[in-house]
């Protein structure tokens, strides 16, 4: 069964910050890895997807990476900003035979992060 | 584009009554979900429908919860009786057979409150 494990629990930083969140997971047959940010009271926007025969995906500020073999992820964040705080979850979606997925999502239980001026 | 659509946004109810959550994916996705989301939990796959037909619903509580797609575009989710610890977000969400990657997009979800 897929665990999905992500550290820190919590994170608070002053502005300008770079930072880094972790993702680990126990099986690592993926299809692929997805990074979302969640607003208190909202839904959930996906970040940057990451592919299992890839290594990392940029967007913006944000880097994610990806290390298949050893089971983790990180996303990297340059220069925070007060508008970044929000909950960070991360997921994967399992590999099928074929190498096509269908298969669920497995959440880690999310980062908060505040970003204070 | 319009994203995935959920009603309500809020609902609460006395545990042991019924409630029922909508969700409309995004046009021409054929995989729509359901997720519940505890609070300060990630979220946790109650029913996936690949069109109108179940994928998986293995985490899904049968005896109190149910959940249609009719014509494989809209969906339903249903509690009943409620209970206590049946408070949490629930989310939609939907991907496509062009989403690459097969991402998921998600609804802005119905916070429900069972007191």
């Known amino acids: 069964k897929q665990e999905v494990t992500q550290i820190p629990a919590a994170l608070s930083v002053p502005e300008g910050e770079n930072l880094v969140l972790n993702c680990s997971f126990t099986?690592?047959?993926?299809?692929?890895l997805q990074w979302f940010r969640q607003d208190p009271g909202k839904g959930l926007t996906s970040l940057l997807l990451i592919q299992s025969s890839q290594r990392e995906q940029t967007s913006g500020r944000l880097n994610a990476s990806l290390d298949k073999s050893s089971g983790r992820s990180t996303l990297y964040i340059a220069a925070s900003q007060p508008g970044d705080s929000a909950t960070y979850l991360c997921a994967v979606r399992p590999n099928n035979a074929g190498g096509t997925s269908y298969g669920k999502l497995t959440f880690g239980q999310g980062t908060i992060l505040t970003v204070h001026p | 584009e319009a994203g995935v659509a959920q009603s309500p946004r809020y609902k609460i109810i006395e545990k042991r009554q019924s409630v029922a959550f909508w969700c409309n994916p995004i046009s021409g996705h054929a995989t729509l979900y359901w997720y519940q989301q505890i609070l300060g939990q990630g979220p946790k796959l109650l029913i996936q429908f690949q069109n109108n037909g179940v994928v998986d619903d293995s985490q899904l509580p049968k005896d109190r919860f149910s959940a249609e797609r009719l014509k494989g575009v809209d969906s339903t989710l249903k509690i009943q009786p409620a209970k206590l610890e049946d408070s949490a977000v629930y989310l939609c969400a939907s991907s496509g057979l062009a989403s690459v990657g097969r991402e998921q997009f998600f609804g802005p979800g119905t916070r429900l409150t069972v007191l």
């Open positions: 099986d690592s047959a993926i299809y692929n």
